[in-house]
C-alpha cells in the first residue's frame, strides 16, 4: 500500500507538471510562410492562429486562387510545427507510457 500512495502522489506531480506545460504552450508561437515570404502565419502552441501577414504584391483581383493557396500551405505549416511543439514539450510526460494521440 505504501507504494500505492507514492504513486499517486508521483502522478499528481506528473498532473500538475503537465497543466504547467500545457498553459506555457498557449505562449508559445510559430511562424510559417509561403509563396518566399509573401504569406507569413503565426499559430500559438494552444493551434490558435494570431496573426496572417499577406504582402501587397501578391493581392491581385485576377489570381484570387494563389492568394488562397498560399494562405493555406502557410496555416498548414504553422500547424504542422506546433504539433511539433506540443510533441517536443508534451512527449516527455507520455515517453515510454505508450500512449498514442495522447497530445
Known amino acids: ?23 506555457e504552450l498557449k505562449s508559445k508561437t510559430v511562424e510559417a510562410t509561403a509563396g518566399g515570404g509573401m504569406v507569413t502565419v503565426t499559430a500559438a502552441g494552444d493551434k490558435r492562429i494570431v496573426d496572417v501577414k499577406i504582402a501587397e504584391d501578391v493581392v491581385d483581383p485576377d489570381d484570387v486562387d494563389m492568394l488562397q ?19 517536443r514539450d508534451m ?12 497530445f
Open 91 to 102: 512527449g516527455k510526460f507520455t515517453k515510454g507510457l505508450n500512449l498514442p494521440g495522447m
Open 1 to 23: 500500500m505504501k507504494n500505492m500512495g507514492g504513486m499517486m502522489k508521483q502522478m499528481q506531480k506528473m498532473q500538475k507538471q503537465m497543466m504547467e506545460a500545457q498553459e
Open 69 to 87: 493557396d498560399l494562405i493555406v500551405a502557410a496555416t498548414n505549416e504553422a500547424l504542422k510545427q506546433v504539433d511539433e511543439l506540443i510533441e
